[in-house]
C-alpha cells in the first residue's frame, strides 16, 4: 500500500460501532482532504465510506454471556487473525470502536507492536469495578469517551482521555419528522409509536415478542395507532418476519440514513435499554426503556458490583429517573403496554420527559464541532505525535 498517506486501522464490532466508525472515516478524509488510507473491520456504514472489512461484521455482533461462548472458537481465529493483519500492515494507529470483548482482546495482543491505540467509547468500568479502567490503560494508549463524566474517571487511573461527544448529538437533532411522514404516507394527525426491539439477533428475539403482545394490548386502546420499527441491516429480514401479524399498521426503516427522521415523526416510543435511548432524548421522543438478557447472563451480573442506579443513558445523564425502566423480570408486555400508554394518554408526562431530555442535552454539551470531526482530530493529532 501507498504509505505517502497515513494508514488508519478500525475495528468495529458491531452496528452502534459502526456508525460511529463511518462517520470517523468520512471525518477523517474530510478532515485530510482524502489524503487518508482506511483498513479495518467494519459493517454497512463503514464500508459506505470506503472501508474493505477484513471479515463480515456480523460475525462479531453477540451479547451476553450465554450467547458468546459456542461462538469462542471461531472468534478467537478472528482475534487472531486480525491481530496478525495488523502487525503485518503496520498501520499508523489502531481505533477500536466500542466491542471491548473483541476489540481490546486483539489490542492486548498487539502489545509490544509500537503500533499506538485509540480506543472509541469508554467501557462502563464506572458502573462496574475501577479495576477495569486499569487494565484498559495496559491495552490502549488513548482514549475517546462519548460522556464528559467518563474523562475525570479514566485520567485519574492514569489512561489519557479525551471528551469526542456522543454521535447523537450531531444525528437525533437533525430528523426532519414533517418530511419522514409525507414520504411514508402518515397523516400528520396520527399517532406514530416507534419500537426500537434491538440491533442483534439475541436482542430481537427476547425483546420483540414483549413489544409484540404490548402492542396488542395498546391496539384495542388506541385502534388508530401507527407503529415505524427502525431496523438495522443485519436483522432486517427477522423483524420483518415477526411483525407480519401485528394489529397495528407496521413501517419498517432499514435505511440507516432514515433513523433519526423516524424518530423525530413519533410521538412515543418503547425501546431496548441502549444508545438508542439517548437517540429518542434528543430527538425529545418520550419512551419507556425495557430489557432482558439471558437468564445465565442475568444470573452473573446480579452477583458483579455494580455502581450505577440506572441502565438507560438518559436516566444515568440526567442522575434521576426520567424515563421509566423495565428490567429483567420488570420487562413485561403488561408493564410496557401501561408505560407507553400512560405517555399515549398524558400530555403532561410526555412533557415532564422532554423537560429531562433538555437537562441531557446540557450535559452533553455544545455539538459544535460535531462528535465525529472531535474524534477525529484526536486520531490525527495523534498520528502527527507519532511521526515527529
Same mark, same amino acid.
Given at each position: 500500500?501507498?504509505?505517502?498517506?497515513?494508514?488508519?486501522?478500525?475495528?468495529?464490532?458491531?452496528?452502534?460501532?459502526?456508525? &460511529?466508525?463511518?462517520? &470517523?472515516?468520512?471525518?477523517?478524509?474530510?478532515?485530510?482532504?482524502?489524503?487518508?488510507?482506511?483498513? @479495518?473491520?467494519?459493517?454497512?456504514?463503514?464500508?459506505?465510506?470506503?472501508?474493505?472489512? &477484513?471479515?463480515?461484521?456480523?460475525?462479531?455482533?453477540?451479547?451476553?454471556?450465554?450467547? *458468546? +461462548?459456542?461462538?469462542?472458537?471461531?472468534?478467537?481465529?478472528?482475534?487472531?487473525?486480525?491481530?496478525?493483519?495488523?502487525?503485518?500492515?503496520?498501520?499508523?494507529?489502531?481505533?477500536?470502536?466500542? /466491542?471491548?470483548?473483541?476489540?481490546?482482546?486483539?489490542?492486548?495482543?498487539?502489545?509490544?507492536?509500537?503500533?499506538?491505540?485509540?480506543?472509541?467509547?469508554?467501557?462502563?468500568?464506572? $458502573?462496574?469495578?475501577?479495576?477495569?479502567?486499569?487494565?484498559?490503560?495496559?491495552?490502549?494508549?488513548?482514549?475517546?469517551?462519548?460522556?464528559?463524566?467518563?474523562?475525570?474517571?479514566?485520567? %485519574?487511573?492514569?489512561? #489519557?482521555?479525551?471528551? +469526542? @461527544?456522543?454521535?447523537?448529538? %450531531?444525528?437525533?437533532?437533525?430528523?426532519?419528522?414533517?418530511?419522514?411522514?409525507?414520504?411514508?404516507?402518515?397523516?400528520?394527525? $396520527?399517532?406514530?409509536?416507534?419500537?426500537?426491539?434491538?440491533?442483534?439477533?439475541? %436482542?430481537?428475539?427476547?425483546?420483540?415478542?414483549?413489544?409484540?403482545?404490548? +402492542? /396488542? &394490548?395498546?391496539?384495542?386502546?388506541? #385502534?388508530?395507532?401507527?407503529?415505524?420499527?427502525?431496523?438495522?441491516?443485519?436483522?432486517?429480514?427477522? +423483524?420483518?418476519?415477526?411483525?407480519?401479524?401485528?394489529?397495528?399498521?407496521?413501517?419498517?426503516?432499514?435505511?440507516?440514513?432514515?433513523?433519526?427522521?423516524?424518530?423525530?415523526?413519533?410521538?412515543?416510543?418503547?425501546?431496548?435499554?441502549?444508545?438508542?435511548?439517548?437517540?429518542?432524548?434528543?430527538?425529545?421522543?418520550?419512551?419507556?426503556?425495557?430489557?432482558?438478557?439471558?437468564?445465565?447472563?442475568?444470573?452473573?451480573?446480579?452477583?458483579?458490583?455494580?455502581? *450505577?442506579?440506572?441502565?438507560?443513558?438518559?436516566?444515568?445523564?440526567?442522575?434521576?429517573?426520567?424515563?421509566?425502566?423495565?428490567?429483567?423480570?420488570?420487562?413485561?408486555? %403488561?408493564?410496557?403496554?401501561?408505560?407507553?400508554?400512560?405517555?399515549?394518554?398524558?400530555?403532561?408526562?410526555?412533557?415532564?420527559?422532554? /423537560?429531562?431530555?433538555?437537562?441531557?442535552?446540557?450535559?452533553?454539551?455544545?455539538?459544535?464541532?460535531?462528535?465525529?470531526?472531535?474524534?477525529?482530530?484526536?486520531?490525527?493529532?495523534?498520528?502527527?505525535?507519532?511521526?515527529?
Amino acid at each position: 500500500m501507498n504509505r505517502q498517506e497515513p494508514l488508519v486501522f478500525i475495528i468495529a464490532g458491531e452496528p452502534s460501532g459502526d456508525n &460511529l466508525a463511518g462517520r &470517523l472515516i468520512a471525518a477523517l478524509r474530510e478532515m485530510t482532504g482524502g489524503r487518508v488510507q482506511i483498513a @479495518g473491520i467494519g459493517g454497512p456504514q463503514s464500508e459506505a465510506q470506503g472501508l474493505k472489512s &477484513l471479515f463480515p461484521m456480523r460475525e462479531l455482533a453477540l451479547i451476553g454471556i450465554a450467547e *458468546v +461462548v459456542p461462538h469462542l472458537p471461531r472468534l478467537l481465529r478472528r482475534m487472531n487473525e486480525t491481530a496478525a493483519t495488523i502487525r503485518e500492515m503496520k498501520p499508523d494507529i489502531v481505533v477500536t470502536v466500542d /466491542a471491548p470483548s473483541f476489540t481490546l482482546r486483539v489490542a492486548n495482543k498487539l502489545r509490544g507492536s509500537g503500533i499506538p491505540i485509540v480506543h472509541y467509547v469508554a467501557p462502563q468500568a464506572w $458502573a462496574w469495578r475501577a479495576g477495569r479502567a486499569k487494565t484498559l490503560g495496559k491495552r490502549v494508549n488513548h482514549l475517546m469517551a462519548l460522556l464528559p463524566f467518563e474523562v475525570p474517571f479514566f485520567a %485519574e487511573h492514569g489512561l #489519557p482521555t479525551s471528551y +469526542v @461527544g456522543h454521535p447523537a448529538i %450531531e444525528s437525533a437533532m437533525a430528523g426532519d419528522g414533517k418530511a419522514f411522514r409525507k414520504a411514508h404516507g402518515i397523516d400528520e394527525a $396520527a399517532t406514530l409509536l416507534c419500537v426500537v426491539p434491538g440491533s442483534r439477533n439475541s %436482542e430481537v428475539g427476547r425483546m420483540l415478542p414483549v413489544f409484540a403482545e404490548a +402492542v /396488542a &394490548l395498546l391496539a384495542d386502546r388506541y #385502534p388508530d395507532l401507527h407503529i415505524v420499527i427502525p431496523v438495522a441491516p443485519n436483522v432486517a429480514e427477522q +423483524v420483518q418476519e415477526r411483525t407480519k401479524g401485528w394489529p397495528l399498521p407496521v413501517l419498517h426503516v432499514t435505511d440507516p440514513a432514515e433513523r433519526f427522521h423516524a424518530f423525530a415523526a413519533s410521538d412515543v416510543a418503547m425501546a431496548k435499554s441502549g444508545t438508542v435511548t439517548l437517540e429518542l432524548g434528543l430527538a425529545r421522543v418520550p419512551m419507556a426503556v425495557a430489557y432482558r438478557v439471558s437468564a445465565l447472563t442475568a444470573f452473573i451480573v446480579r452477583r458483579m458490583p455494580i455502581a *450505577v442506579k440506572f441502565a438507560s443513558l438518559v436516566n444515568l445523564l440526567a442522575d434521576r429517573e426520567v424515563v421509566p425502566e423495565l428490567i429483567q423480570e420488570e420487562c413485561t408486555a %403488561e408493564a410496557v403496554a401501561e408505560k407507553v400508554g400512560h405517555l399515549l394518554g398524558s400530555p403532561e408526562a410526555r412533557a415532564a420527559q422532554q /423537560a429531562g431530555f433538555a437537562e441531557v442535552l446540557h450535559v452533553l454539551g455544545d455539538a459544535d464541532p460535531p462528535p465525529s470531526r472531535r474524534a477525529a482530530k484526536v486520531v490525527l493529532d495523534l498520528i502527527e505525535k507519532r511521526e515527529t
